[in-house]
């Protein structure tokens, strides 16, 4: 008996299956490790950058601390512009006077990072509204860029919404929690990748914890909630939050 018809539809059929078994929360965590990645490749270059330029200008250099404004403006505006902004005469300036040749390389460089800024405000974007249809509530509580980095530390949204929220509040801080285990002079943390909500970042230092409790409480309910398609409650839960900490 030929059953070569039987084995080409039983592997149409599972190609099929795999298809259509890529969930949405695989995405989040693709396009946040995306986002991370960028904005690794991005810091290790600016400060090339800055290294270099600083050679040719370096009053403006030191006068900005923002990258991505860093970039924009040398992009923009030439050296004797820029060293105005600073209010700092050329002759005064203890930078080379580059030649042509010279400063080409360093823009060229400092155009490949205006691209990936680019391409991280891209990802960014396409992130939000990913999040927004997959984990609205999360990303109401969490924000949408931290709420990703939960579900990919969890693994998935299912594994988010499996999670106490004791572990969720911890959740980024793995390293720091192996050295409290390995040895208890070391305090344990009090979160991880929750650090990065304004709640905490806007606290006095010694309410950080406690936010973070709430925090993680509050997401640990957001993550149930999307994982079994629940109605959205993001708003009520995140004013409940700003009400109590604020």
Do not use: C
């Not at 309910?221 to 004013?239: M, N």
């Amino acid at each position: 008996m030929d059953y070569s018809h039987y084995f080409e539809n039983s592997i149409r059929e599972t190609k099929r299956k795999l298809r259509e078994s890529v969930r949405d929360d695989w995405l989040i965590i693709q396009a946040v490790g995306s986002i991370g990645e960028l904005d690794r490749a991005a810091n290790l270059l600016v400060k090339r950058l800055r290294e270099w330029y600083e050679l040719y200008n370096p009053e403006f250099s030191k006068s900005l601390a923002d990258h991505g404004k860093f970039v924009e403006l040398i992009l923009r505006k030439g050296k004797s512009e820029l060293l105005k902004e600073v209010k700092v005469r050329k002759e005064d300036s203890m930078g080379a006077d580059f030649s042509e040749e010279n400063l080409k390389p360093v823009m060229d460089l400092a155009r490949a990072i205006s691209e990936l800024y680019k391409l991280r405000a891209f990802q960014e974007k396409y992130l939000e509204q990913l999040m927004k249809k997959t984990a609205p509530n999360v990303a109401a509580i969490a924000g949408h860029l931290t709420g990703a980095k939960l579900i990919a530390l969890a693994g998935s949204l299912k594994g988010l919404a499996e999670m106490a929220a004791s572990k969720i509040q911890v959740l980024g801080a793995e390293r720091a929690m192996f050295r409290h285990l390995k040895d208890k002079r070391n305090r344990p943390p009090k979160f991880g990748v929750l650090h990065e909500h304004p709640l905490i970042s806007a606290a006095k230092k010694q309410d950080h914890g406690k936010i973070a409790r709430g925090l993680a409480d509050k997401t640990a309910i957001a993550a149930r909630i999307d994982f079994f398609k629940g109605k959205f409650i993001g708003d009520k839960l995140r004013q409940e939050l700003e009400r109590k900490f604020r």
